[in-house]
Nanobody, 126 residues
Framework: QVQLVESGGGLVQPGGSLRLSCAAS????????MGWFRQAPGKEREFVAG????????AYTVSVEGRFTISRDNAKNTVYLQMNSLKPEDTAVYYC???????????????????WGQGTQVTVSS
C-alpha cells in the first residue's frame, strides 16, 4: 500500500503561483499513474490533473488547462502540481492519489484512484 504526503500549500494572492508536491512511500511509485484532486468548502471533490506512469501523458480539467502543470520524478517518488495564475476559485484542499495504469485514470473518476494523501490547503485571496 502506497502512502502519500502532500506539501506546498499555503496562502497566495490572485495571480500568484504555488508548487505542490506529493511524496510517495511504501510501494513502487513508477508503477502507478498519479492524480491531483481538490475539494472546496461545500463542494464535491473534483479531478484536477493526472499523469501516466512515465509522465508522457497528462490530463487536466478544463478550468486549469494552461495554468496548471502536472509532472513527476520517479527517481524521487514524487509528483508535482505547478499552479500559476491562481484564482480565488482555486481555493481548496488539494489531494494526490494513485491509479492503476490499466484504469481510465485520464477520465478523472475517483473510483479509478486507490491510495490518497491527507491533503494540503491552498487559499487564494488578497
Amino acid at each position: 500500500q502506497v502512502q502519500l504526503v502532500e506539501s506546498g500549500g499555503g496562502l497566495v494572492q490572485p495571480g500568484g503561483s504555488l508548487r505542490l508536491s506529493c511524496a510517495a512511500s511504501g510501494g513502487t511509485f513508477s508503477r502507478y499513474c498519479m492524480g491531483w484532486f481538490r475539494q472546496a468548502p461545500g463542494k464535491e471533490r473534483e479531478f484536477v490533473a493526472g499523469i501516466s506512469m512515465g509522465g508522457a501523458d497528462t490530463a487536466y480539467t478544463v478550468s486549469v488547462e494552461g495554468r496548471f502543470t502536472i509532472s513527476r520524478d520517479n527517481a524521487k517518488n514524487t509528483v508535482y502540481l505547478q499552479m500559476n495564475s491562481l484564482k480565488p476559485e482555486d481555493t481548496a484542499v488539494y489531494y494526490c492519489a494513485t491509479a492503476s495504469p490499466y484504469s481510465d485514470w485520464f477520465r478523472g473518476r475517483e473510483r479509478d484512484f486507490g491510495s490518497w494523501g491527507q491533503g494540503t490547503q491552498v487559499t487564494v485571496s488578497s
